[in-house]
């Protein structure tokens, strides 16, 4: 929240359960470890913390980023996470000291999304110049790079594979880029004229849904 709190809620009852973490400033990003264990949250003045979920025991906390973070993933074995910001810094850090690691990016454009792959072994971040890069976890070397050719985004998130990401532009549009293809494979336009999104001449509008964006 705005105030800095985290909580914790119980999707079935609908009810707050604890408030793992405080930050001293807005939360902007929240991410868990695949085991669910550890809470971590990234604020407007920089700061990442990660706290246990189930409470009781202090958030580490570690100045990070000199903007507002934009987005927190975490390895999967849970003991690293990337995160960046609103000014193209890439950190990646470690979870159990909340400290940093190293550096991987440091441009002017704000980065959207920042994530692992499956295997961890590399970073896929995009960035709001729809600049795709992928860089070396281990050794923090950027391995490629490439343009999505889309109207300026303003959000952005990888699919749970990281082989495609959803990109929303400014124009209202949605579509789906394969990072191997390096292609559009799906696209929803915004409704115009009271039709629903993507409907033809004479039809109703609510006749059509889109596809998923994440089905293989």
Do not use: N, Y
């Not at 849970?78 to 159990?96: F, I």
Request: with cysteine.
């Amino acid at each position: 929240g705005e105030d800095g709190r985290v909580i914790v809620w119980d999707v079935a009852s609908g009810k707050p359960e604890r408030e793992p973490a405080v930050l001293p400033a807005p939360v902007t990003a929240l991410a868990w470890t695949p085991d669910t264990g550890t809470v971590l949250a990234g604020g407007a003045d920089g700061t990442l913390q990660g706290a246990p979920a189930s409470g009781g025991s202090p958030a580490r906390s570690v100045r990070a980023h000199r903007a507002a973070v934009t987005c927190i993933d975490t390895a999967p074995d849970g003991r690293r996470a990337v995160s960046a910001d609103a000014d193209g810094v890439v950190a990646l850090w470690d979870t159990a000291a909340a400290g940093p690691i190293r550096t991987l990016q440091d441009f002017e454009e704000r980065v959207l999304a920042a994530a692992f792959v499956a295997d961890g072994t590399r970073v896929v971040t995009v960035d709001a110049a729809q600049t795709f890069r992928v860089w070396d976890a281990a050794g923090c070397g950027m391995l490629d790079s490439f343009s999505a050719s889309f109207e300026p985004i303003t959000c952005a998130a990888f699919s749970p594979d990281r082989k495609r990401a959803a990109l929303g532009g400014i124009d209202g549009r949605v579509v789906a880029w394969d990072l191997e293809r390096r292609a559009i494979t799906w696209e929803m336009r915004p409704p115009s004229d009271g039709k629903g999104a993507g409907a033809e001449e004479g039809e109703d509008p609510g006749s059509r849904v889109p596809p998923p964006i994440w089905v293989a």
